[in-house]
C-alpha cells in the first residue's frame, strides 16, 4: 500500500484547510485509515482515524469538534477537514494505513505511512 498525502499549506489562525490522503496498491488489505502529526521539536502525535469501511471514528482531544475525518473509498482517500485552526495545529500531517484490528490511536496499528504535508498556522 502506497500513500500520498497532500493540501498542507500556510493559513491564518481561524482559516480552514483539508487534507488528502490517497492510497494505492492493495487497497483491499486497508483495514484503518488514520492521520498523525508531529509538531516542531515533538513527538509524532495521533489526531484522527477512521475504518476503511466506515464508521469507528475517533480523535484526539485537542482537535475533537474542530477536524472531521472522512473516506471516500471509490477514490481511495481519505480526508481531514480542518476547521478553526489554530498556532498549535502547526505541523508535518501524516496519513496512514493498517491492514489489521488494532488500536486505532497508536502508531503501532499502521503499517504504511505517507510522506507528511506541512500545515502552518500563523496567529
Known amino acids: 500500500v502506497q500513500l500520498q498525502a497532500s493540501g498542507g499549506g500556510l493559513v491564518q489562525a481561524g482559516d480552514s484547510l483539508r487534507l488528502s490522503c490517497a492510497a494505492s496498491?492493495?487497497?483491499?488489505?486497508?483495514?484503518?485509515m488514520g492521520w498523525f502529526r508531529q509538531a516542531p521539536g515533538k513527538e509524532r502525535a495521533f489526531v484522527a482515524s477512521?475504518?476503511?469501511?466506515?464508521?469507528?471514528?475517533y480523535y484526539s482531544e485537542p482537535v475533537k469538534g474542530r477536524f472531521t475525518i472522512s473516506r471516500d473509498n471509490a477514490k481511495n482517500t481519505v480526508y481531514l477537514q480542518m476547521n478553526s485552526l489554530k498556532p498549535e495545529d502547526t505541523a508535518v500531517y501524516y496519513c496512514?494505513?493498517?491492514?489489521?484490528?488494532?488500536?486505532?490511536?497508536?502508531?503501532?496499528?499502521?503499517?504504511?505511512w505517507g510522506q507528511g504535508t506541512l500545515v502552518t498556522v500563523s496567529s
Open positions: 496512514a494505513a493498517g491492514d489489521y484490528s488494532s488500536n486505532p490511536v497508536m502508531e503501532s496499528g499502521y503499517a504504511y
Open positions: 496498491g492493495r487497497t483491499f488489505t486497508i483495514y484503518r
Open positions: 477512521i475504518r476503511w469501511s466506515g464508521g469507528s471514528i
